[in-house]
């Protein structure tokens, strides 16, 4: 928690300081412009590259693929676009990172290789770690024949949910 404390108190501190140097060195006017331009430039730019990450999700769905790096991008996305919504220069050049595509791809990828996926597995009803082939979404698992798994037979059976913590 004092990371996170620090984070809050620094951050604003810093923005303030800043807004206190760039205007006495271009003017009240001239830095409020710049807050409210870089405002609707991240607007502008965040409905595109979200729009356009939300097409390549659908895609990967209806190939029956876990969008998973779109996803962290969309989250990326959303996190760009509070902070350029936030006032203060820091803020803006983070959320502009957040919002180009080459650093925006980076740090997907940076935050996919320290997270797991989990998804729902096709064999036994349990929950499997990838983000390998599936059946569609909403489709029936007994047909999925794109990975050679599922013949369509039905295996009638019983489970019982055992606790691995102990």
Known sequence: MPILFLLFVLVPVAEIALFVQVGGFIGLVPT????????????W??????????????????AGEL????????????????????????TDAFGFACLIPPSRRWLARFISRRVSVATLGQGG???????????????DPRSDTRSGRGSGDVIDGEWKEVDRES
Request: aromatic share 2%.
């Open 32 to 43: 409020l412009i710049i807050v409210i331009a870089t405002a609707a430039l991240g607007t």
């Open 45 to 62: 730019l965040l409905r595109r590259q979200g729009l356009s990450t939300m097409n390549r999700a659908r895609n990967r769905l209806d």
């Open 67 to 90: 969008p998973a790096d779109e996803l962290v991008e969309g989250l990326i996305l959303l996190v760009g676009g509070v902070l350029l919504l936030t006032p203060g220069f820091m």
């Open 125 to 139: 009803g349990g929950f499997t770690m990838g983000a390998g082939p599936g059946p569609r979404p909403g489709g």
